[in-house]
């Protein structure tokens, strides 16, 4: 069964306190991993999307590495705009185009 | 507009009636998809329309769940006879085509049945 596993559930860091969160997956044939995030009463906004192992993609404080088992999202330097939930998913191989399989969220709180 | 459009944003509605959802794609994207989320949850997979094909049902809860898509834009998620297990926030998105591009997602609507 395809399975996403994001830790830790809460993360509180300091304005410039540099972090990563984890998202462990279990896919039958991966087509892609995805990083979203989401603010509270709005929908989620797509930040990346990672193919293959040993891939890395940057966004402003944001880097997404992945292996073949677990993806990292690596926030640098964060400021309390980065407040929000980031949410991992994966898409396999036999659901081509069609529905990602997401984990839980990392509800992430950045003090000034 | 720019972006995914869903009315309306918030429904109250009472045990055992039906209600219907209304998702308004961005122009040409021709993937469209539902999710739920409750509270604490991960978002669960609902339906997926890609173009003219049959869409993807297989994460309807039950029999009381359907949803359609008019002239590849439009979509409306029917829930019938609902239960208060229903209430959570119904998410649609939509993409050009495939996943790689990410889905563009609305901001939902949050469903509460009393």
């Known amino acids: 069964e395809d399975q996403v596993t994001q830790s830790p559930e809460a993360l509180r860091l300091q304005e410039g306190e540099s972090s990563s969160l984890n998202c462990s997956y279990t896919?039958?044939?991966?087509?892609?991993l995805f990083w979203y995030r989401q603010d509270p009463g709005k929908g989620p906004e797509f930040l990346f999307t990672?193919?293959?192992a040993g891939e890395e993609k940057e966004k402003e404080r944001l880097k997404a590495t992945l292996t073949k088992k677990e993806s990292f999202l690596h926030i640098t330097a964060p400021k309390p705009e980065d407040s929000a939930t980031y949410l991992c998913a994966v898409q396999a191989i036999h659901n081509q185009g069609g529905k990602l399989i997401f984990g839980q969220g990392t509800e992430l709180s950045v003090k000034p | 507009g720019a972006g995914v459009s869903q009315s309306p944003s918030n429904k109250v509605t009472e045990k055992g009636k039906d209600v219907e959802l209304r998702c308004d794609p961005i122009s040409g994207h021709t993937a469209l998809y539902w999710y739920r989320q409750s509270l604490g949850q991960g978002l669960e997979f609902l339906i997926y329309?890609?173009?003219?094909?049959?869409?993807?049902k297989s994460g309807l809860p039950s029999d009381r769940f359907s949803a359609e898509r008019t002239g590849g834009s439009v979509s409306t998620l029917t829930i019938q006879r609902t239960q208060q297990e229903d209430s959570a926030v119904y998410l649609c998105a939509s993409s050009p085509g495939g996943s790689d591009y990410g889905y563009t997602f609305g901001s939902g609507t949050r469903l509460t049945v009393v």
């Open positions: 990672l193919y293959s």
């Open positions: 329309f890609q173009g003219n094909s049959a869409p993807d």
């Open positions: 896919v039958s044939g991966l087509r892609g």
